[in-house]
């Protein structure tokens, strides 16, 4: 066995976070552990240079390691978060430009139309064109019951986690010629539902169904359009009501892997799907979930 091959179970450690709480949107710097967004160990190999990224929830959890990973790569990358986040925000800002490259910081909230139907258009303009798109912004609040879930919960999650990529993708293929990307997250939910969480699993069946419908329509452009289904991932949307409080110390321990994924280890799977070595692959959707099987 080759010195450098690290065994996947015990790469990242298999965590039993505290039971802890945080209002929504929550932040990562006061996540128990703190989530794993890369900053010490994502090691960029020039497959992004000179691309120019939206990553939406770009400031903590995976939107974060992906945005890390991006300028790593070699991208310029604008991140667009809640005002609430800006503490998250600026570390990513601040590793974006310490790899050298460019970052755009826009807050704004996307149940707010106008910051919605302008947010792209922003970070084209502050980038100089736009290239990769992720859709990544969510929401995830638990409910016991449907009769606990109100109807304004259900179009919030639905406008945040899927009626968003409608907007906003529209907005990116404005800019986007030959050789662009959209990625979307979706999540295992899309397969597997948890019923505490109906209307999010909900709108992951919907991502996973976008991708590949709009990939259908804009492939004879020349742009590809995928999606990444994280499964358990050990981020500050768990803490922020995402999972009932008692649960998190086992939060991804039912995994084949045993313990929860940490967003640094999402972040190659969107790497690849933005850059031309997935030229062949679109309207795919690409796992990273521990070992859950998928359909
Ligand atoms: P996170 O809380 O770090 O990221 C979610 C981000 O969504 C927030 O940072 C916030 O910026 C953004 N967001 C939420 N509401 C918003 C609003 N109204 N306006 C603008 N932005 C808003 O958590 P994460 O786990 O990294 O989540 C990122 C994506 O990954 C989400 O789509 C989530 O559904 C998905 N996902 C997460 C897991 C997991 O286990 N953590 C599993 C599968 C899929
Ligand atoms: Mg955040």
Do not use: C
Not at 10 to 29: A, C, F, Y
Not at 74 to 84: E, K, N, Q
């Amino acid at each position: 066995m080759s010195e450098s091959a690290k065994n996947p179970v015990t790469r990242h450690p298999k965590i039993s976070p505290p039971e802890q709480d945080q209002p929504e949107p929550g932040l990562d710097v006061r996540t128990d552990p703190v989530p794993d967004i890369g900053l010490e160990s994502y090691q960029g190999r020039e497959r992004l240079v000179g691309r120019r990224a939206l990553v939406t929830g770009g400031d903590s959890g995976i939107g974060a390691a992906v945005a890390i990973a991006f300028a790593r790569e070699g991208a310029d990358v604008a991140i667009a978060y809640l005002p609430a986040e800006e503490e998250d925000a600026r570390r990513v800002v601040a590793a974006i430009e310490e790899a050298g490259r460019t970052a755009v910081a826009l807050p704004g909230d996307l149940m707010d139309r106008q910051y919605r139907e302008g947010v792209v258009d922003a970070a084209a303009e502050q980038l100089g064109g736009l290239d990769i798109l992720v859709n990544n912004a969510g929401k995830q609040v638990i409910s016991e019951s449907l009769e606990e879930l109100s109807d304004e919960q259900v179009d919030e999650t639905f406008q945040i986690n899927i009626k968003s990529m409608f907007t906003l993708s529209r907005a990116a293929l404005k800019h986007m010629g030959p050789g662009s990307t959209i990625v979307n997250t979706t999540s295992v939910q899309a397969y597997e539902p948890n019923p505490m969480i109906l209307d999010y699993a909900a709108t992951k069946a919907a991502i996973n169904n976008f991708t590949k419908g709009l990939a259908q329509q804009v492939a004879e452009r020349g742009i590809r359009v995928n999606a990444v289904a994280p499964g358990p991932v050990w981020t500050v949307l768990q803490v922020s009501d995402g999972q009932p409080k008692e649960k998190l110390p086992e939060f991804g321990h039912n995994t084949p892997l045993g313990r929860a994924g940490q967003p640094v280890e999402m972040a190659p799977a969107y790497v690849f799907l933005a850059s031309e070595e997935s030229s062949y692959v679109t309207g795919d959707t690409l796992n990273a979930n521990g070992g859950t099987p998928t359909p």
